[in-house]
Nanobody, 122 residues
Framework: QVQLVQSGGGLVQPGGSLRLSCAASGSIFRINTMGWYRQAPGKQRELVAGITSDGSANYADSVKGRFTISRNNALNTVYLQMNSLKPEDTSVYYC????????????????WGRGTQVTVSS
């Protein structure tokens, strides 16, 4: 079994910063891409940022220059540093990882964290 455990998030004033973490654990052979998504009430889940196993990152236009995604492969952890937060960043943030496991063969699947609330408000 594979689990993604998220931490971080909370309430912050506009212009403030938060850091999200997501640690993968379980019968992991290899973690491929990792990423952060968000979903606001009444809206579809959207990609915020993604990062490959070799560290190549991509961002949604709305967060470029403000958010930074990074990962520690030794700890199976992905981070999202969020700076200059705006009220429109308010959402539930989910981490996602494409993970290859080994059990009588290799299987690659997407795994999701349970989500964490980020609220930007004065």
């Amino acid at each position: 079994q594979v689990q993604l455990v998220q931490s971080g998030g909370g309430l912050v004033q506009p212009g403030g910063s938060l850091r999200l973490s997501c640690a993968a654990s379980g019968s992991i052979f290899r973690i491929n891409t990792m990423g952060w998504y968000r979903q606001a009430p009444g809206k579809q889940r959207e990609l915020v940022a993604g990062i490959t196993s070799d560290g190549s990152a991509n961002y949604a236009d709305s967060v470029k220059g403000r958010f930074t995604i990074s990962r520690n492969n030794a700890l199976n952890t992905v981070y999202l540093q969020m700076n200059s937060l705006k009220p429109e960043d308010t959402s539930v943030y989910y981490c996602k990882a494409q993970i290859t496991t080994w059990s009588r063969g290799y299987t690659t699947s997407d795994y999701w964290g349970r989500g964490t609330q980020v609220t930007v408000s004065s």
